[in-house]
């Protein structure tokens, strides 16, 4: 009889250009059973899409480095990732918000001070 091999943790990617909340949402992820692909650039997170290992859910800082969450989302999108999504910034506008409703994306408030962000992951993922 052969071994059950352990079915491979979800993949959960990070996008977030400040390093301090990249590594604290990294360990918060991890210690909930997820494998991270932590990127800090929209580019990074593009070169990260792998179709043999897909997301099971993507959290996306808005307001990166060298772009905007909610077209780092669009492209993502473009290239055929299906994940859910949820969009992680301060006070966002009505403009993004309309932006982020049109693309199934929920919003969470920075800063992350509680378990908001992953109860929305957990229903993300759970509902997929």
Request: net charge negative; with cysteine; proline share 9%.
């Amino acid at each position: 009889m052969s071994p059950v091999s352990p079915s491979p943790r979800p993949v959960l990617l990070i996008v977030d250009d400040d390093p301090d909340v990249l590594r604290a949402l990294t360990f918060m992820a991890d210690t909930r059973g997820f494998e991270v692909a932590h990127c800090r650039t929209a580019r990074e997170a593009i070169a990260a899409v792998q179709p043999e290992r897909p997301f099971a859910c993507m959290v996306i800082d808005q307001m990166l480095s060298d772009d905007r969450g909610i077209e780092l989302l669009a492209m993502l999108r473009a290239r055929g990732t299906e994940a859910p999504a949820i969009l992680i910034t301060s006070a966002p506008s009505d403009v993004l918000k309309r932006k982020a409703a049109a693309a199934g994306a929920p919003i969470v408030e920075k800063p992350l001070l509680d378990e908001m962000l992953f109860t929305e992951i957990e229903r993300l993922t759970c509902a997929g």
